[in-house]
């Protein structure tokens, strides 16, 4: 059986994790009825790991101030807080209105 990658196991409980060729980890979220399982936890260490592997720059997350749970997992995982990163939304003017 071919191995499959890490995400795939977690497909209906965590959604939407992804992993950038520069080391990132984004958009992990676990499905409430999932949650206090240990699955965002066992994603995240397989994704970080599959980073290191690769010989990409250490992983990191951005992580918003607000986003305790996340802090928290992530803390427990190594990551540590290096520095605030400012967030600005750009949005297009509806049609006929720019």
Same mark, same amino acid.
Request: glycine fraction near 10%.
């Given at each position: 059986m071919r191995a499959r990658p890490a995400w795939f196991w977690f497909g209906l409980c965590v959604t939407g994790p992804q992993q950038q060729e520069y080391g990132a980890i984004g958009m992990l979220h676990t499905a409430p009825a999932h949650r206090r399982r240990g699955l965002a936890r066992r994603l995240a260490s397989a994704l970080a790991d599959e980073i290191a592997a690769r010989g990409a720059a250490a992983p990191f997350a951005f992580i918003v101030r607000?986003? $305790? $749970?996340?802090? $928290?997992?992530?803390?427990?995982l190594g990551f540590a807080r290096r520095r605030p990163v400012r967030w600005v939304r750009f949005q297009a003017p509806p049609p006929g209105e720019g």
């Open positions: 607000s986003n $305790a $749970a996340s802090q $928290a997992l992530f803390g427990s």
